[in-house]
């Protein structure tokens, strides 16, 4: 009788595993954002106007740039302050490329992950039943501002942006069953395929030297999955202000939610002084590169008012000019500095005429 309901039991909890409808992930929220320069000014560029970054941020501000350009990124990304805020496991881990864009003024096209999870758990140890467990979710997007088809700029206290984004992605799912020795008895492996649509909107106000913006992100985000119920991407809502007293100094602070009851409110705010104003373009690249100027900034992000201990500082260098630009940033606890335990992320951008 006992072998019989060992029997059943281990039947049902095995399809029940098989054909879970709901993707077995222990969090619904990117947490990665892009730009070691951003970074370095505490993790939100909303209304600061002129990145390339600005892709992802707030497309409206795409509105700043001068020039088009190339830009890449690459994070260590052990560490995620922006998950650890939502008390979720982070959405990437690993060295990765996160980020990707080519972009002007008028727009602009963008790639970076939003999901890389892989790990192995194990259900009922009596049943000596182990799931491993891999899912990739990458996007791209299509930019445009309120520029979008003018040949040049032309003078406006507004501007709008929109993210039109295609979301592609793979889930493998194994169970592996072993016998009372341990030895592998029997298995099972699930491949399924995501693709998805989403929308972003942002808009950002010129005052003078200050800026205001408002950004939505995911205003619909959705992936449908071959093997697994529809994935929405939750909106996210961002508020920011920036100040720019002198040329060569920001001030950046920016409010951000998840849409959801039980998220938080997270603030960030940093500043950045740049040495030198670049001069103008010439036709050498090592002139334009000796020509270039430094950068250092300091942000800081939180939900609530940490002590000094626990405090998030990111840190930030970056060297511009007319050829390349380099951003380094690092981010980490105080405490976490003290013993060398950081985590680092890097920009590459190179500007370009289109």
């Not at 406006?156 to 072993?178: D, R, V, W």
Request: charged content about 20%.
């Amino acid at each position: 009788m006992n072998k019989k309901i060992f029997q059943l039991s281990f039947i049902l909890i095995t399809f029940s595993l098989m054909f879970s409808d709901k993707i077995p992930i222990s969090t619904d929220y990117p947490t990665i954002f892009p730009s070691a320069r951003i970074r370095g000014l505490g993790g939100n560029g909303t209304s600061i106007m002129g990145d390339i970054s600005s892709t992802f941020y707030n497309p409206a501000t795409l509105s700043g740039l001068n020039s088009g350009g190339i830009s890449i990124s690459f994070e260590t990304d052990h560490y995620s302050s922006y998950a650890e805020f939502l008390e979720k496991d982070q959405s990437v881990y690993g060295k990765n490329v996160t980020f990707l864009t080519i972009s002007t003024y008028q727009g602009g096209l963008s790639y970076m992950p939003l999901f890389k999870i892989s790990y192995r758990d194990s259900f009922f140890d009596s049943l000596n039943l182990e799931r491993d467990f891999e899912m990739k979710l990458d996007q791209y997007w299509l930019s445009v501002t309120s520029y979008a088809g003018s040949d040049e700029k032309f003078t406006s206290f507004i501007y709008f942006g929109f993210n039109l984004k295609y979301l592609n992605g793979k889930i493998a799912e194994t169970k592996l069953i072993y016998d009372t020795l341990g030895d592998l008895k029997d298995g099972f492996a699930e491949i399924s395929y995501g693709n998805g649509y989403g929308l972003d909107c942002g808009m950002v106000l010129s005052l003078s030297n200050f800026f205001a913006s408002l950004m939505f992100r995911d205003i619909f985000t959705h992936v449908y999955w071959d093997s697994y119920d529809k994935q929405i991407i939750p909106m996210n809502g961002n508020l920011g202000l920036s100040y720019v007293p002198l040329n060569n100094l920001l001030f950046n602070f920016n409010i951000s939610k998840f849409l959801r009851k039980e998220t938080p409110f997270v603030y960030t705010l940093g500043g950045e002084y740049t040495f030198f104003e670049l001069s103008e373009k010439t036709n050498s690249f090592l002139d334009d590169l000796k020509k270039g100027s430094p950068s250092i900034r300091v942000g800081t992000s939180f939900k609530e008012i940490p002590n000094l201990s626990t405090a998030i500082i990111d840190i930030g260098v970056g060297y511009n000019s007319n050829s390349v630009r380099f951003d380094l940033c690092f981010e980490s606890t105080l405490s976490k500095y003290y013993v060398g335990k950081f985590d680092y992320y890097l920009t590459l951008t190179i500007p370009i005429t289109i």
